[in-house]
């Protein structure tokens, strides 16, 4: 049996920011592309990826996702902010650095999927 302390994780702020973009792609990209007149961009986007339009199409799976993601995400880091790290000051300093580091691009990850939710179910009927 190992007494060594392992430093938190930071892949569960990551798959949270990786589906959170998702929802920027979905449903923000295009609305931008369109509303600054880079509409001819949007479709030449779509003929290069055409799996846009699937994300689009399936946004409430998309966003379901990316919801569930950045709770589990949040919640890991929740129970990781009182687990002890290592000893050694040079790992303990990495260990706190890694803590800072989830909670920043957890907090981007919120912030892409709230851009997202606006973009994918509000701006249409404010603009109606």
């Given at each position: 049996m190992s007494s060594e302390v392992k430093a938190p994780s930071t892949l569960p702020a990551f798959l949270s920011?990786?589906?959170?973009t998702g929802t920027l792609i979905c449903?923000?990209?295009?609305?931008?592309l369109v509303s600054i007149g880079a509409g001819a961009v949007?479709?030449?986007l779509i003929e290069a990826v055409p799996q846009i339009t699937w994300l689009g199409r399936n946004k409430v799976l998309v966003f379901s996702i990316a919801a569930a993601m950045i709770a589990v995400a949040g919640a890991w880091q929740w129970h990781a902010?009182?687990?002890?790290c290592p000893v050694d000051p040079a790992k303990a300093r990495a260990c706190t650095r890694a803590r800072q580091?989830?909670?920043?691009?957890w907090w981007i990850s919120?912030?892409?999927?709230a851009i997202g939710a606006f973009f994918a179910f509000f701006a249409a009927s404010l603009l109606a």
């Open positions: 920011l990786f589906t959170s449903c923000a990209l295009p609305a931008l949007m479709a030449g902010r009182s687990l002890p580091i989830s909670w920043v691009v919120v912030a892409a999927f």
